[in-house]
């Protein structure tokens, strides 16, 4: 039994997560591009698209192969309306996806939106951006202060609906533990504000008990006072696994 939220799982927000019946809970973040129509119009069929697929009798649980199937039936789907409407050209979207069922939390990632853990006070990055200024982080190559002000940075390798071929989530599964505060969020978040500062709300949050709508609203508060110069999405998961 897993519960989700400041009073359990009916705290999940509308927009961007959902109750999947029995197979848990989906929370998804999805920065379209391509002007703000398309923008708009691919991560609303992303989001769609997810729902209606993890809710069918064929994906049963967050197994990869499902999970992959998913991602690259929204990337077609993105396409085909591309296809349709000539004026949609470039629009796609980010993707980051978290599938908590029983004890273990499944992330498909692709872009460079993300997914962080806070636990036992230490806020660690789960999801690994698919950009060639992440891959320099990774590798050692550039710091964390040359990838804030990098060129490239806002560069992506894949989006959904944007490769014909087909995507290459990332996907990765997680054992969960309680008391864990899992954060989504586009990179408006993460561009302006330091992992330290991010730190400071979600510990202010929980040790002062506010409801984590509060903390979240805090964060994009904080976001947009730092400059804001991008769109910024937040979810915020805090885990309670009964004994």
């Known amino acids: 039994m897993l519960s989700v939220g400041e009073d359990g799982a009916d705290e999940l927000p509308d927009k961007g997560s959902s109750e999947i019946s029995s197979r848990g809970y989906i929370a998804v973040v999805a ?32 197994e990869e192969e499902p999970l992959r199937n998913i991602v690259d039936e929204a990337n077609f789907r993105i396409l085909r309306k591309t296809d349709a409407d000539p004026s949609l050209a470039g629009m796609g979207t980010t993707l980051t996806l978290c599938w908590l069922k029983g004890n273990e939390l499944t992330l498909a990632n692709v872009g460079d939106s993300r997914v962080y853990r806070l636990r036992n006070n230490t806020l660690e990055q789960l999801s690994k951006d698919q950009s060639p200024v992440g891959r320099l982080l990774r590798e050692g190559r550039i710091t964390i202060e040359e990838s804030r002000t990098h060129p490239h940075r806002n560069v992506i390798d894949q989006a959904v609906g944007s490769h014909p071929e087909g995507l290459d989530p990332e996907i990765a599964s997680f054992e969960m533990a309680d008391g864990d505060l899992y954060l989504l969020c586009s990179d408006g978040l993460n561009e302006e504000l330091w992992d330290h500062e991010i730190t400071e709300v979600l510990l202010d949050a929980l040790q002062t008990k506010q409801p984590l709508i509060s903390a979240a609203e805090k964060l994009v508060s904080n976001t947009l006072l730092a400059g804001g110069k991008d769109n910024v999405t937040v979810i915020l998961l805090k885990v309670g696994i009964p004994s």
């Open 31 to 62: 920065d379209g591009m391509g002007g703000v129509q398309g923008g708009e119009l691919a991560s609303s069929i992303l989001r769609e698209s997810i729902l209606e697929l993890a809710g069918g009798s064929t994906c049963p649980n967050p």
